[in-house]
């Protein structure tokens, strides 16, 4: 972004601009995709095609505009796209015994790859300091990186807002936790995607991921 200044000077502007990025990877990444709201993405693609979507991933968001002008076409069209988002879904996410691509950072940490797993409990901590509570099923894990980017969301959302903690608290949780799996398992989500939406998605994640991870100066500690 290129106004943006160093540290804890970074522009409001700047601040905003991710939380709208963060805001669309954590819904891509984790939220059913209704019909209605992906119709709404397909009309309003051009959104796609301008900053700060091209800042951060060009290729990525020219992909997305592209499938989505296809989507476009016909009703026809657009039921075949929701069809094969909706079997890519399942598979990445739902099948990870043969997609091996696991939403969850305790999957990706832990050498048993286990559900549940100590950093779990860390990220659910981390979310009671920044004051935010997701509405999720009782036994579904806090770790998803959809859920990850929802809480970057949020904490860039509070430090736009003005609050002095909040920069601070999404530095140290960039580095121990979403940095420190979300490349790679944003990476494997793309190579085993069957379409091209998720690709294009996981491009725009890693943009995002890199790019605020350099205006912020924080690199992942894993």
């Not at 909706?86 to 969850?104: E, N």
């Not at 099923?137 to 809480?151: K, Q, R, V, Y």
Request: charged share 25%.
């Amino acid at each position: 972004m290129s106004d943006a200044l160093t540290n804890d000077s970074i522009t409001t502007e700047t601040l905003q601009a991710y939380q709208a990025l963060c805001a669309f990877c954590s819904w891509a990444l984790y939220a059913d995709p209704a019909e209605e709201t992906m119709r709404g993405m397909v009309q309003d693609r051009a959104m796609f095609s301008e900053a700060p979507f091209t800042q951060v991933a060009p290729d990525a968001s020219r992909a997305l505009v592209e499938l989505f002008e296809g989507a476009a076409q016909s009703p026809e069209a657009f039921a075949d796209f929701m069809h094969q988002v909706h079997l890519d879904r399942t598979y990445l996410f739902f099948m990870t015994g043969s997609s091996k691509a696991s939403p969850y950072e305790s999957v990706w940490r832990s050498e048993d790859e286990t559900l549940f797993g100590p950093r779990t409990l860390e990220v659910r901590a981390m979310y009671k300091r920044g004051g935010l509570v997701f509405e999720r099923a009782a036994n579904e894990p806090d770790d998803h990186i959809g859920l990850e980017f929802s809480f970057v969301a949020h904490l860039l959302h509070a430090a736009a807002e003005g609050d002095e903690a909040a920069l601070p608290l999404l530095r140290e949780f960039l580095a121990e936790h979403l940095l420190a799996f979300g490349p790679d398992c944003l990476a494997r989500i793309a190579e085993r995607d069957h379409g091209a939406y998720f690709r294009a998605v996981c491009g725009i994640a890693t943009g995002t991921l890199e790019a605020l991870a350099a205006e912020l100066e924080v690199t992942a500690n894993k």
